[in-house]
């Protein structure tokens, strides 16, 4: 019966709350890890690693190879941000180019799961400039000031979208402001729908060529791994359930979901959520940014995210797990539509 059978296969084979046994193993000797340190320094808390395929000097391609950090190396850490990377590619943005993999890093040992992000620094000339260093260059002052200025709470006084598009339009050239605002835009949309509650001036930020041959361009969006239930081990969705508050439950996560970016005109500092940003956004309506939001939000099928859900999930995540992210991206969808739509 296909209800026992599932059943036996949650109880063999999960490590927390996630079927390890259906994430694709990169088998020993295949690929090469970096430790991210010297010419391969990355910031960030989590755990990683670079990894390589082919020879080092010339990789035929490179990733960052990430652990989970937060909940005591739960895989599902891993398998939210991949899940989440997933449901961009429906969209029209660019998010990093995801893979969930297990790295079997010796012949006899466990493998280990990892999420995937593949380089988007390609060409040897290109430099993520972060938030933080963008505003920073506008306010002509140094990172490290920038830092010692704003608190995580005072955040929000400077990370507002209206300063975010000045610090764009003073770091553009030419025509790239346009480009660069949508770009932003779009970024805020995925934000939203996704809820995504870590996006701090480390977790977005503009590609420049130091040669200056190619145009400033807004980074693939990476980083979105706070969201959508990444935290909340099975157990305790399964009591929620139990309980039979599972519509409290989603409806206060998703107004929980704190955005860290603030409202154009806005000098109130105290925390919003994304649905308190989107209505600010629509309230003075920025140009280009405007539209580079609203194309993403109209973009977002709940059915078709649903589908693909189902389809690359259902074996690595619990159905009870993969129910809870589906509510939560109907509410959430339903919430940004009645904002745009004036209802
Ligand atoms: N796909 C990528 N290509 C290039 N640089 C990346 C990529 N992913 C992350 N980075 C760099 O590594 C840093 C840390 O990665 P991030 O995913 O933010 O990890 P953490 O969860 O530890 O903050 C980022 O701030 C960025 O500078
Ligand atoms: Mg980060």
């Known amino acids: ?10 109880n063999l084979r999960i490590r927390g709350d996630v079927n390890v046994r259906r994430i694709p193993e990169l088998p020993f000797g295949s690929f090469k ?19 390589v395929f082919g020879r080092e000097q010339a990789p035929s391609s490179a990733y960052i190879a990430k652990a989970a950090r937060l909940t005591g190396g739960r895989p599902c850490e891993c398998v939210t941000e991949h899940l989440i990377a997933r449901l961009g590619s429906l969209l029209p943005l660019r998010v990093i180019q995801a893979r969930l993999v297990r790295l079997r890093r010796t012949r006899s040992g466990r493998s280990e799961v990892r999420f995937l992000s593949r380089d988007f620094l390609r060409h040897p000339a290109d430099r993520l400039v972060h938030g933080v260093e963008l505003m920073a260059q506008w306010l002509d002052v140094s990172k490290d000031e920038v830092v010692a200025a704003f608190s995580r709470r005072e955040e929000l006084q400077l990370y507002r979208c209206d300063y975010v598009l000045d610090a764009l339009r003073c770091a553009a050239e030419f025509d790239e402001y346009p480009r660069l605002a949508r770009a932003f835009g779009r970024m805020l949309g995925y934000d939203a729908l996704i809820g995504a509650n870590d996006r701090h001036p480390m977790n977005w930020g503009v590609i420049r060529d130091v040669t200056m041959h190619a145009p400033l361009r807004f980074a693939p969006v990476f980083d979105t791994a706070r969201g959508l239930f990444w935290q909340h081990p099975d157990d305790h969705l399964r009591s929620v359930e139990e309980r039979g508050d599972v519509e ?7 107004e929980g979901s704190h955005a860290l970016i603030g409202r154009p005109g806005d000098d109130d500092s105290s925390k919003l959520n994304h649905f308190d940003l989107v209505e600010g956004i629509l309230l003075s309506r920025p140009e280009h940014l405007t539209d580079g939001m609203l194309e993403v939000v109209d973009r977002f099928s709940p059915v078709e995210a649903e589908q693909l859900l189902r389809r690359e999930f259902s074996c690595i995540l619990t159905p009870r797990r993969l129910r809870f992210i589906v509510r939560l991206l109907h509410y959430r969808h339903g919430r940004l539509r009645r ?5």
């Open 248 to 254: 409290q439950h989603v409806e206060a996560y998703a």
């Open 33 to 51: 890890l970096l430790p991210a340190v010297g010419k391969y320094a990355l910031g960030g808390a989590a755990p990683k690693d670079y990894l």
């Open 339 to 343: 904002l745009i739509d004036g209802r």
């Open 1 to 10: 019966m296909p209800h026992t059978h599932r059943r036996d296969r949650w």
